[in-house]
């Protein structure tokens, strides 16, 4: 089995806020799980993510919850599939080879941290 995204990229986007999902009978919870749910049945179909959301906002932790699941699916895949070819394989300098993509908004991504900025690429 190949590692290397294919070259889709899926957009997510969030399920609404706390009032939209309280008048379903959901919390925000549950749109987080189904989130995550629906990334990593993306991930192991090799598809890539790309998502908007701040790494800063403490009261709405889907984008900390969207990383740990590539993380996760990264680590899972067997150690003989991480060894393919230079062509395919994630590129640190290339974002079109990278599983999950974040774009957090101005001025919010000038507030993540540097060395968590350099710990995600």
Known sequence: ???????????????????????E?????????LMVRLAMRLLHKQFRLA??????????PLTEHLI???LNWQSAQPIDS?????????GINDPTTWPIVNYSAWPLYLKIDPQRRASLV
């Open 1 to 23: 089995m190949k590692t290397k995204p294919r070259q889709m990229l899926i957009a997510l986007s969030a399920g609404g806020d706390k009032l939209e999902l309280a008048e």
């Open 25 to 33: 009978g959901l919390g925000l919870e549950h749109g987080e799980e």
């Open 51 to 60: 998502f908007g959301g701040s790494l800063v906002e403490q009261e709405a």
């Open 68 to 70: 740990n699941a590539a």
């Open 82 to 90: 991480l060894a393919d070819s230079r062509e395919e394989s994630v």
